[in-house]
């Protein structure tokens, strides 16, 4: 049976960075594909996802936020 890896949470900050960036480079994909879409129900699709975008923003910026202030300690 394999022993399960340790959990290495040195690079969290680093990763949720990342997804940050990710994160808002697909809003601004989907900000840009909404100014040229005629589909109303297609523009209503996108702009629910970047709602879901900025509320997962939210969190990571919290995330992130813990773990700098646990570095700090």
């Keep these: 049976m394999n022993k399960p890896k340790p959990d290495n949470r040195s690079n969290n ?26 589909d109303p129900t297609q523009k209503s699709e ?12 939210q969190g990571m910026r919290e995330e992130i936020k813990d773990e700098a202030h646990k570095k700090s300690r």
């Design 46 to 57: 996108l702009e629910e996802k970047n709602d879901r975008r900025r509320d997962a923003l």
């Design 13 to 38: 900050a680093d990763r949720i960075q990342f997804n940050i960036n990710h994160t808002i480079r697909n809003m601004e994909a989907a900000e840009d594909m909404m100014s040229k879409v005629d």
